[in-house]
């Protein structure tokens, strides 16, 4: 029922900027915390930002400055704006919510397939 879709992801090159979006589908009655996380090659996968119900953020202190995470209640979407982007960011991002849909079914830590984000000259 629940679906998690992303986008954006891309190659850029050093200094750019990419904006990923991943837009919650189904009967959504709310949305608690949603967040971004990435994986690199060889790496454990780590969190990015997370923005709760209220709008509070905190982000890995390697991003604090160059991305800002956002969301869009009414389109039930979370952003990731990614500024200066450096070779390191380089990952698989993942996106993840936690979901109560209309019919009372929760879904916890519920993942996005994830999009390629590549940051090389």
């Known amino acids: 029922q629940v679906q998690l879709v992303e986008s954006g992801g891309g190659l850029v090159q050093p200094g750019g900027s990419l904006r990923l979006s991943c837009a919650a589908s189904?009967?959504?009655?709310?949305?608690?915390?949603m967040g971004w996380y990435r994986q690199a090659p060889g790496k454990e996968r780590e969190l990015v930002a997370v923005?709760?119900?209220?709008?509070?953020?905190n982000y890995v202190d390697s991003v604090k400055g160059r991305f800002t995470i956002s969301r869009d209640n009414a389109k039930n979407t979370v952003y990731l704006q990614m500024n200066s982007l450096k070779p390191e960011d380089t990952a698989v991002y993942f996106c993840n919510a936690n979901l109560l849909m209309r019919n009372n079914r929760y879904y916890h830590d519920y993942w996005g397939q994830g999009t390629q984000v590549t940051v090389s000259s």
């Open positions: 923005i709760t119900s209220g709008g509070s953020t």
């Open positions: 189904g009967s959504i009655f709310s949305i608690n915390d």
